[in-house]
Every structure is written in C-alpha cells, then in structure tokens.
C-alpha cells in the first residue's frame, strides 16, 4: 500500500502567463478512476492524506496545492485568487490526468471550487462530496476569517505554530495532538531566522477583503443557479457547530438541484477534516458504493 504520495506539477494560464500548480498523487498513476480532493482557502492538499491512504488501494487520488498554498506558485496579480482562476486550473489539471471517471471531494473553498467544475457543460465529475459548504456563505464567518487571513507569523518551532494556529482552527473538532501535527507541518516553511512562517501568499486576503454585499449577493444567486443544474449524486457534510453552512442552508441543498444527502458531525464547526475515521468512512462509503 502507498503511505506517501508523488509531488507532481502542471501548467496553468493566467492573465500574467504561466503558473505551476503542485498535486499530490496517490496510488496506481495508471488508474483512470480518479478522486480529486481540495482543500479550504488557507490550506494545502496535505490535508487529505488520512482520507487518500483509505482510497488509494481503489482508486488514483490527487490532491492538488490551490495556486498561491503549499508547493505550488504564487500569482503575480492577487485579484486572480478567486474561483474562476480555480476553476480553470482545475480543468487543466483534470486534462492532464486522462481519467475515465472523476469524483469530487471539496472542503470549504475546494467544494466552490467542485461547485464551479460540477456546473461546466459536460462535467467529468460522477460523484460530488461538500464539506461543510454551500451556495449560501454566512457573512458572519467571511468576517471571522478575513481578520486572520494573509496576517502571516513566525514561530520557532512546528509545536509553536501549531499552538497558534490551533487558536484559529478549534471549528475543525476534536484532534490528537499528532493528528494536528500532521496537518499543521506541511502549511509551514523556513523563515530564514531558524523558525517557521506559513506557506500561503498572504495576498490570497486581497479578493476576500474586496467582498461586499453586492458582490456576496451575486455570488450566492449565482451558486444556487449552478447548483440546481446539478444531477450528479451529491453529499453534503456539515459541521453542526458550522457558522459558515447553517443548518438552514444544508436543508434547502437536500431538497433542491441534487437533493444533496446531508451527514452532520457533532462537536465540530466549521469544517470536518476528515481525518477521523467516522468523517473518513462516511466519504469512503459513498465514494466506494456501487
């Protein structure tokens, strides 16, 4: 059984040239059955490795770094952070990995993401697996975010910084300490002092801070629009202390578009990690099923 995943890069087009995205791939490169897990907007595809360890004896998972996170390049222009550019990258990627068969897994930022790809005329995209998100976004949760966004850090250790970060991240539930090692590790690089700093570009905030109701408002209108398109079989999952998808949100996804199935995880907020083994089943079993 693999235990590590391949670093892979492609090329992708934005409106200043070319930049290079880094995925993480899983299991048999042959596999044309392919599961693309995608990460939140201030994480990395590192996040997935629990979850891909379970799938890779049944399928090729890959676990792409969103431009400006992980291994993969910073924009030159930050307005480009947005899910569009996402999106379009996506499909390069999917291009690249000449796959049968995709199915979708996106955690917060990465289920817009799946959202936008889903929505594309002749979508590759069989399954869909939300976590923790939906057309609608509670501006509450925009605003909690914003304050800690693109404000960087050192630490002088990985424990240090993993301290911190915990301080903002206690909506991801209970964790063993190594378990929040292990997802804290690969968000952090040198410093060039002997300490640690985060990877993202902190220019990731731009767009988020230029968000008003306007914008928002369209934002979600159009999102539910896509939604309704979908018909591919679609799972919802929730934190239940989640002040980013409210309760009322994930009820109109379960009867609306794809008639979601909706899984709530208690004593978690916003988002599931999918790293302990219930969050981990619930996907395993609905991607896996007949």
């Not at 307005?79 to 379009?88: D, I, R």
């Amino acid at each position: 059984m693999t235990t590590e995943p391949r670093l892979r890069h492609v090329q992708c087009l934005d409106t200043r040239g070319l930049h290079r995205m880094a995925y993480w791939e899983w299991g048999d490169p042959a596999c044309r059955e392919v599961v693309v897990c995608v990460h939140g907007l201030t994480r990395q595809g590192r996040d997935f490795d629990a979850l891909a360890r379970d799938l890779a004896l049944h399928v090729r998972v890959v676990c792409p770094d969103v431009v400006g996170r992980g291994q993969s390049d910073w924009l030159g222009d930050p307005s480009g952070y947005a899910v569009p550019t996402y999106v379009a990258d996506m499909v390069t990627l999917l291009a690249r990995l000449d796959a049968d068969r995709v199915d979708w897994v996106g955690t917060s930022m990465g289920g817009l993401i799946g959202l936008g790809v889903a929505g594309l005329k002749d979508s590759p995209i069989r399954r869909l697996v939300l976590n923790d998100v939906g057309p609608t976004i509670e501006p509450e949760a925009i605003a909690r975010i914003a304050m800690y966004v693109g404000q960087g850090g050192s630490w002088p250790s990985d424990e240090a910084a993993a301290d911190a970060l915990w301080a903002l991240s206690t909506g991801f539930g209970p964790h063993t300490r190594e378990q929040w090692l292990a997802l804290t590790r690969p968000l952090l690089k040198p410093d060039g002092k002997g300490g640690v700093m985060l990877r993202y570009d902190p220019g990731i905030a731009v767009p988020l801070r230029a968000m008003n109701a306007q914008i928002a408002a369209a934002g979600e209108a159009f999102l539910w629009q896509v939604y309704d398109g979908l018909r591919c079989p679609t799972l919802l999952l929730r934190g239940a202390q989640s002040d980013l998808l409210s309760a009322q949100t994930a009820q109109a996804m379960a009867t609306r578009g794809p008639k979601a199935t909706v899984v709530s995880f208690d004593g978690v907020g916003h988002a599931p990690t999918l790293v302990v083994a219930d969050q981990r089943g619930v996907v395993r079993d609905f991607l896996l099923s007949p």
